[in-house]
C-alpha cells in the first residue's frame, strides 16, 4: 500500500529536495488519489502545522468535515469519548518518537494504525487511520505524514498497530508494557472464543470448564488472558466487543 501511493503522489518524478519539491504538485496529487479511489485522506504538514484533509469517503462524512486541521485541535477527534481520546493521544506521541527516531527512518517500510470508535446518530461506528511517513528532508526531518482513513469493524478500546511491509508483519502496542508485540500473541485464541460464546450463552465457569474438557482454573486464566487481550473489565464487556469486531 505504501508503494502504490508513493508511486501515484511521484509519478511526475518531484525531485525530493528542499529546492527541488513542490508541494503544491504533491497535494494536487494527494486530492486526486483521494478522489479516484474514493478515499479519505489527511496530509500533516509539520512546517505550516495544518492537517489538509481530502475525504471522498462518504462513510465517514461524520467524521471528516473540515478544511483545514490546526495541529492541537481536537475537532477532529471531538466525536470520541474522553478516555478513549486520551489513548490516542499518547499513541500519537509514540508514532510521531518513531516517525523522528532516525534509526527507524532507515526501515523505510513500516507505517502504523489506530483502531478507534467514535460517536454517531445511529450509534457507535469504527475507524482506523493508517500513518505513513511521506516524506523526509536532507537532514532526515520528516515533513509530511499521509493518514488514508477507511470504516472498520472495531468496538472497544482504541488498538495501536505497526506494520512492516516488506516482511508483511504486524505488531500491536501494549500499554502495560509499553512495547509491540506480534499480533497473533494478542488476538483471541479458538478456546478463548468458544468461552466467550458459552458464556454468551449463560453458562457458568465449572459448565463452561466441563463443555471444554478442562479445569475450573483454566477457565478462570483463560478469561484473566481474555480482559487483558482486550482491555476490558467483564466478560459482557469483552463479549459486545468480540462480537462487533466479528470475532464471535
Known sequence: MIKTITDKLFEQNIELTESGFRADIMISNIEAYAYINRQSIILFDYKTRNCKPFNYNQQLNGLLEYKSIPFGD?????????????????????VNKQFHCKKTYREKNFFFSILFS???ENGEEGCCIDFIPLLYNRKL???????????????????????????????????????????????LSTIECQILRLSGEGEKEHEI?????????NVKRYKSQIFEKMQVKSISEAIFIAYKRGQL
Open 141 to 187: 526531518e520528516l515533513c509530511y505524514t499521509l493518514c488514508k482513513l477507511e470504516a472498520a469493524a472495531h468496538a472497544g478500546k482504541p488498538i495501536l498497530r505497526k506494520h512492516d511491509a516488506a516482511k508483511n508483519k504486524t505488531e500491536e502496542y501494549l500499554s502495560t508494557s509499553k512495547r509491540f508485540i506480534e499480533s497473533s500473541k494478542v488476538n
Open 209 to 217: 470448564a466441563n463443555r471444554i474438557n478442562t479445569s475450573l482454573t
Open 74 to 94: 481536537n475537532q477532529l477527534f471531538e466525536k470520541i469519548n474522553k478516555n478513549d481520546l486520551a489513548k490516542i493521544e499518547r499513541y500519537l506521541e509514540e
Open 118 to 120: 467514535y460517536s454517531t
